[in-house]
Each structure stands twice: as structure tokens, then as C-alpha cells.
């Protein structure tokens, strides 16, 4: 199974100015790093928690079709499906008809569920990555992910705004303080 992001959020779930006033930083030089610290942050959270929080495509790739008539796809919460394409064993790309299968929003993760009567092409696919489903992920909009996860962005892009180095001599450092991992444990999504 492979997992890419075709799309990345156009914003994140949390503002360089809100990740400003949990410093207590008032000056504009290092914006630029505060941002890169919140993406970071965003990204460690969302392969860590295996959820997407700011609306994003992403596109699954297996080398088979799944047993029984359900594909399930990760990082949710899963928003739509674009497409779902196989290559077969010449190399030609073949596109599902979106008539095959429903949509399943509401499941966590979501999921593609063959209709009645359907079943998964037969023809032979491709050594690796015969499958593809592109698809839309996320809460929607920043003020729409969880408190709890834009705080923990918060506090994590501020702590390694606030620790710039992998170690301290001056006091014992953990890779993610632990306060913060109280906030999203919660939100860790099943994997699969």
C-alpha cells in the first residue's frame, strides 16, 4: 500500500500569528520559520494520528484489489472519492465506472463499497500499484479541525520554536512533550 499527497492544504490548521501568541512574540523576522514549524507540526500529527485535518487530496495505490467488496481508504476523514483507476498487466490504465461502487463518508476510515451484484475487475493488474483511488480528505477548513489538534500544533511548533536543537543540555527534552500527546490520542485513527 502506498499513500501520497496529491494536493497539499491550501492553509494550515493553525496561523503563524496564533502559534505567535502562544510564544508571546511580537516581531516578524522569524515568521518564516514559525511557519515551517507549523507545517511540520500539521505533518508529524497527521502521519502520527494517520487522520488528515485540512482539506487535502490524497491518492492510495495497492497492488491488488482488497478481499470482499469494500476498500477502505486512510487518513480520514474521507470528504469524496475522484476516481478510482487500475492498471492491468499490458499497462493500460482503466478507469471503475463510479456506477460499480457507493461512497461511504460517514465510516471512519471511509470507504469504497462495490453495489450489489458488482465485483472488482478480474483483469490481471499491473506487478505493483495496480490500483488507485484519488480522493479527498480532511475536516474542511482550519476552524473546522479539531481544538484539540490546532492546539497541539500550537504547542508543538511552539516548543520547537522555543528548542531549536535534537538536544538540550540544559534540561531532559522528549521528541513530543507529553501534554501534547493527551490532547490528540484521542484523535489517532485505526490503521490498517
Known amino acids: 500500500m502506498g499513500l501520497v499527497v496529491v494536493t497539499p492544504p491550501e492553509k494550515e490548521p493553525v496561523s503563524v500569528d496564533e502559534v505567535k501568541a502562544q510564544l508571546r512574540v511580537d516581531y516578524a523576522d522569524e515568521d518564516g520559520l514559525i511557519e515551517a514549524y507549523v507545517r511540520a507540526a500539521r505533518e508529524t500529527f497527521e502521519r502520527l494520528l494517520w487522520r488528515a485535518f485540512v482539506t487535502q487530496t490524497l491518492a492510495l495505490t495497492l497492488d491488488v484489489w482488497p478481499d470482499g467488496g469494500a476498500l477502505r481508504l486512510p487518513r480520514p476523514p474521507l470528504q469524496a472519492v475522484n476516481s478510482v483507476t487500475y492498471t492491468d498487466a499490458a499497462g493500460a490504465v482503466h478507469t471503475l465506472d463510479a456506477a460499480t461502487y457507493v461512497v461511504d463518508t460517514t465510516s471512519t476510515p471511509g470507504r469504497v463499497v462495490l453495489r450489489a451484484g458488482q465485483a472488482w475487475p478480474s483483469a490481471a493488474l499491473a506487478p505493483a500499484a495496480g490500483v488507485r ?9 482550519p476552524k473546522d479541525v479539531p481544538e484539540a489538534a490546532r492546539q497541539a500544533i500550537r504547542l508543538l511548533a511552539a516548543h520547537w520554536f522555543e528548542h531549536r536543537e535534537a538536544v538540550s543540555e540544559a534540561k531532559s527534552l522528549e521528541d513530543i512533550p507529553m501534554g501534547v500527546w493527551y490532547l490528540v490520542a484521542p484523535l489517532r485513527a485505526a490503521r490498517f
Open 133 to 141: 483511488v484519488e480522493y479527498v480528505a480532511g475536516y474542511g477548513e
